[in-house]
DNA sequence: AAAGCACCCAACCGCAGAGTC
DNA sequence: TGACTCTGCGGTTGGGTGCTT
């Protein structure tokens, strides 16, 4: 596999985008659609790397994206996810609507791992809840090597929250595996009226490891006891009732997410049951088996 | 007031999977 | 089949900002 040049290449600007390039990349991708992010750059007047102007996009100037402000639910649901995903931004991202992985995965670094650490509610290297937190939480010695500064007191503004739910999960008799949903930006598409639309089928997906677990969405969708996480068979709702494209101007972001607790305890719960199954009653799918490495 | 420290987060880097030729 | 490109992911860095001393 070779790697394409990037950011190497002389005379592309790097560093803090300026607003102008900014408005070059966002009017650029609103007149002709996300992807070819190689030739992207040139075509918009950008001196940017495709990469860069992806990772803008993506992180920063998307329209859905919900900046700042993690909410206690989110934070709370964060912390399971990891429990059982480990460091799978993407996945975790995934399940919160509007978030970047880039923006979990800060927000796990300077905040949540620093916090279940002082509470010794997770082994940090392996990922998982710890059943004896004081136990372990003394075994690590309080060494973080990968972290360049060392922290006073664990952070200053460390923010501390009662949590004590890990153990409420009620026993399921049922398991079904998660809903593959991507939430993604709203791939605008130029049609010949010069109208845009909105692909769905881009848009619910197109990671390798979504298309890894594309087989199973169908399936995933049995009604379950756990609840039906989305409506209809749709999973959040994201696509249009016949599947196919739709109106942009029909799309309110907001509409189109589970933002109550609710929901989001639903999904974690999935996870979870889907991790604590019997490997010998089920014969996992890829993805499922990817959770379970 | 200013120097030093700690924190936050946007952006970069390198790797790897998937697709194409 | 292998080389190459495109894309996405996770780890890491470094500059800006605010707090402490």
Known sequence: MGRAPCCSKVGLHKGPWTPKEDALLTKYIQAHGEGQWKSLPKK??????????????????????????????????????????????????????????????????????????IQGTEDTDTHKMLENPQEEAASDGGNNNKKKKKKKNGGKKNKQKNKGKENDEPPKTQVY???????????????????????????????SQEKEESPVTKESNVV?????????????????????????????CHSYFPTDHG???????????????????????????????
């Open 44 to 117: 918009a007047g950008l001196l940017r790397c495709g990469k860069s102007c992806r990772l803008r996009w993506m992180n920063y100037l998307r329209p859905d994206i919900k900046r700042g402000n993690i909410a206690p639910e989110e934070d709370d649901l964060i912390i399971r996810m990891h429990s059982l995903l480990g460091n799978r931004w993407s996945l975790i991202a995934g399940r919160l609507p509007g978030r970047t992985d880039n923006e979990i995965k800060n927000y796990w670094n300077t905040h949540l791992s620093k916090k279940l650490k």
């Open 224 to 252: 379950s006891e756990v609840g039906n996480v989305g409506e209809e068979s749709d999973g959040f709702g994201f696509f249009s009732e016949d599947h196919d494209l739709v109106n942009v101007s029909d799309i309110e």
């Open 177 to 207: 595996l998660p809903k593959p949903i991507r939430v993604k930006a709203m791939y605008l598409q130029r049609t010949d009226s010069n109208t845009f639309t909105f692909d769905s089928n881009s848009a619910s997906g197109s990671t």
């Open 263 to 293: 929901n989001l305890q639903q999904l974690y719960e999935e996870y979870f049951q889907l991790l604590n199954m019997d490997h010998g009653q089920f014969e996992l799918n890829s993805f499922a088996e990817s959770l379970l490495d």
